[in-house]
């Protein structure tokens, strides 16, 4: 009897479980584009054409290579609009009762399936580097789940950038070399873009009509929405932008989108690209002599360090955890993160670009949206829903560790050892957002005070109880205590006076 073998949107690779314990004779491919995925959060309308566009070139290449693909388009009449009611619809059309589908990236999702009437047998996703068992066993006992540590055991594990029992260069990480600031001139032209062919151009015609009022721009739509292109992209970032990739990680530019990053995040999560073919790609760049030690070990750190940590997190703590609100901040989300005016620039710019392009790079992500966020007390469920709605690359086993872990310290500590807050002095250092802008950065209170110098005071001050005897950040509790009373008092009273007219919907 034939099986159903379910691939997800974001499970579009030839090497997943499900398809490689499917047999291409016996068994049917089921794919859906269904409303629930679609609006579970308001996605950016080019984060649902990336997904759609590529799920059906996918479907079409397995149809072409012998497999029965069951796809059902999100028009079509009898659709039932959820993953789990096509997958019943499929069953009775095809006489099977039996599922295989590789384990969601979703706890929703893998709930819905755990709870679907049929016989589910739910496969580990093997695309990845560590297993599940294999980080709970790194992380048993452990009393800080510091990633550093686990990225080493990667590195051992893949041999990417090892001499031997050696990293390369005798060093484990070259981070300290990989904080410039924004440099005067870019000399990268960005991720390559590509152009709709027609099997996208229904897509967008499809998202435009029954997405279009999301927030973000559908057009112009240039996402590779296949392997041989996102490839291409691929290969295109290790040839032009990786050799400054590791110098300028952490810089910003009010009117450079991208400057040195690869933007391949939305391809690896959806299964475009594998994290172990991007990673020898970069490390064989480096061998050659093209870009330096910084470049590729800043890199692979990312993708075999991070992305493995955060979703080995994700997994180890469990349903809960995406809901997490640690310092209890209820603060709602202000309408200017969908767009709304604010004369923060570094806001204003980080929403506008993420409107546009549906990315932003990991400092603007962390250290403008995010750390205005945790400064501001922003509720974290409502931060964590936007983030997971407005990025192409967002789904929930990463998103989450990394707005309610890293960025917003909901978690109590999990992921990150401090809180990431800084005051404006940072945003000043790294970007040009500063200049141009209504507040000023130098100005700590009173007319023009940026907000952010405001805020940082405040956030410390009303945490105390629980940072204060944190090591890492005793200097910053040292600094906040020499200052005279009057001036203390000045500056919650200004952040409090600034966060109800935040909250009020007025102009800020
Ligand atoms: P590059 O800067 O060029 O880095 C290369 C690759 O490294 C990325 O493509 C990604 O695969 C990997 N990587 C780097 N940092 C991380 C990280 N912290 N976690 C996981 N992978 C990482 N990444 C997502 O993939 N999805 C998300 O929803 C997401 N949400 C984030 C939210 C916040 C608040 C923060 C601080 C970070 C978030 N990240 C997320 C991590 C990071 O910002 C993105 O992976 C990165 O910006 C993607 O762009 P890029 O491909 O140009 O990455
Ligand atoms: C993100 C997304 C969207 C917008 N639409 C679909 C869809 O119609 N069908 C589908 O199978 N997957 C979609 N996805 C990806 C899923 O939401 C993703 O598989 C889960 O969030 C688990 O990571
Ligand atoms: Fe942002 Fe403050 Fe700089 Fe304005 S002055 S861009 S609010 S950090």
């Known amino acids: 009897m034939s099986k159903l073998i379910l691939i997800l949107g974001d499970q579009l690779s030839e090497d997943v479980a499900a398809l490689k314990a499917g047999d291409k004779d016996r068994d049917v491919v089921v794919m859906a584009e269904v409303a629930d995925e679609g609006s579970y ?9 990336l997904v759609l566009s590529a799920m059906r070139k996918f479907a079409a290449r397995l149809d072409a290579e012998g497999w029965t693909v069951a796809y059902s388009e999100l028009d079509d009449t ?5 993953i789990a009611g096509e997958l019943i619809r499929r069953a009775a059309q095809y006489s099977a009762s039996d599922v295989i589908a590789t384990r969601p990236g979703e706890y929703r999702l893998i709930a819905a399936l755990e709870d679907c009437p049929l016989m589910v047998t739910l496969l580990e996703d093997d695309r990845f580097i560590a297993s599940h068992s294999e980080f709970e066993t790194w992380a048993k006992g452990r009393k800080a789940l510091r990633m550093e540590y686990f990225y080493r055991d990667m590195r051992r594990k893949t041999g990417l950038m090892m001499e031997g029992d050696k990293p390369a260069g005798d060093k484990w ?17 960005g991720p390559m873009r590509f152009t709709p062919d027609e099997t996208v151009e229904a897509v967008l015609d499809l998202v435009e009509r029954r997405f279009g009022n999301h927030f973000g721009d559908l057009h112009p739509f240039w996402f590779a929405t296949d392997q041989g292109q996102a490839r291409r992209a691929l290969a295109h970032f290790v040839s032009h932008g990786l050799a400054k990739f590791g110098d300028y990680q952490d810089a910003m530019l009010a009117d450079n989108r991208f400057l040195y990053h690869a933007v391949i995040g939305l391809y690896l999560n959806i299964g475009l690209l594998e994290p172990l073919e991007v990673c020898r790609a970069v490390e064989q760049a480096w061998k050659d002599g093209d870009v330096p030690i910084n470049a590729a070990e800043g890199f692979i750190r990312q993708v075999i360090g991070w992305r493995e940590y955060v979703r ?5 703590e469990g349903p809960e955890y995406p809901r997490r609100n640690a310092l209890n901040h209820q603060r709602k989300l202000p309408e200017f993160y969908w767009g709304g005016e604010t004369r923060m620039r570094c806001i204003s710019k980080a929403v506008e670009q993420t409107g546009a392009e549906a990315y932003a790079h990991h400092i603007q992500r962390l250290m403008v949206t995010g750390n205005f966020a945790l400064l501001a007390g922003l509720d974290p469920g409502e931060v964590s829903d936007w983030y997971l709605a407005v990025y192409a690359d967002a789904f929930e086993w990463v998103e989450a560790p990394n707005v309610v872990g890293m960025s917003l310290f909901a978690d109590g500590g999990v992921i990150a050892s401090k809180p990431y807050v800084s005051s404006g002095a940072y945003i000043n250092r790294m970007s040009d957002y500063c200049k141009g802008c209504h507040y000023k950065v130098s100005v700590k209170t009173g007319e023009g005070a940026c907000p952010f110098n405001l805020l940082y005071w405040h956030f410390l001050d009303r945490h105390r109880d629980r940072f204060s005897k944190n090591a890492r950040m005793g200097n910053m509790y040292r600094t906040w205590d020499r200052m005279d009373e009057d001036r203390r008092t000045t500056v919650l009273s200004e952040a409090e006076a600034f966060l109800e007219r935040m909250s009020a919907g007025d102009l800020v």
């Open 41 to 49: 959060v308001p996605h950016h309308p080019k984060k649902i054409a």
């Open 78 to 82: 009898d659709n039932t609009q959820s």
């Open 173 to 189: 990480n070259y981070d300290h070399d990989n904080r410039k600031p924004a440099p005067g001139e870019v000399d990268f032209s």
């Open 312 to 316: 080995g997190i994700y997994f180890l």
